[in-house]
């Protein structure tokens, strides 16, 4: 983590209430690759055994992750996502939610 990344600082211009998805998505993955955090939410950094040394400093960086994309949430989302255990759980969430690409996804809801 860069001295100057902390839980406070907001990924993209404008909150995503619900509307827009796919722009927000992809201003949200441009911040992320900017700060070289996009291996948090894909999976490609994978959580460490708690046991590992790196560990707190892993969950330290997904908490800072997770607050980035609360962050650049409406209230009203963030308050019905303060709950997931990880950046990964949320941002899978997210995708469940508003990714309206997948015609099987639609067909289910």
């Not at 993955?29 to 892993?58: E, H, M, Y």
């Not at 209230?75 to 255990?85: A, F, H, I, R």
Request: aromatic letters at 10%; one cysteine or more.
């Amino acid at each position: 983590m860069h001295p100057s990344e902390n839980a406070g600082s907001m990924l993209v211009p404008v909150p995503f209430d619900g509307s827009g998805y796919k722009s927000w998505r992809r201003g949200v993955l441009r911040a992320l690759s900017v700060k070289n955090k996009v291996g948090f939410i894909n999976g490609k950094c994978g959580k460490p055994d708690s046991k590992d040394p790196t560990f707190d400093q892993w969950e330290r960086c997904d908490n800072v992750v997770t607050s980035w994309i609360l962050n650049s949430l409406s209230k009203d989302l963030t308050d019905s996502l303060q709950y997931v255990n990880d950046d990964k759980e949320l941002w899978q969430e997210l995708e469940d939610r508003y990714d309206q690409t997948n015609v099987a996804k639609l067909y289910q809801l």
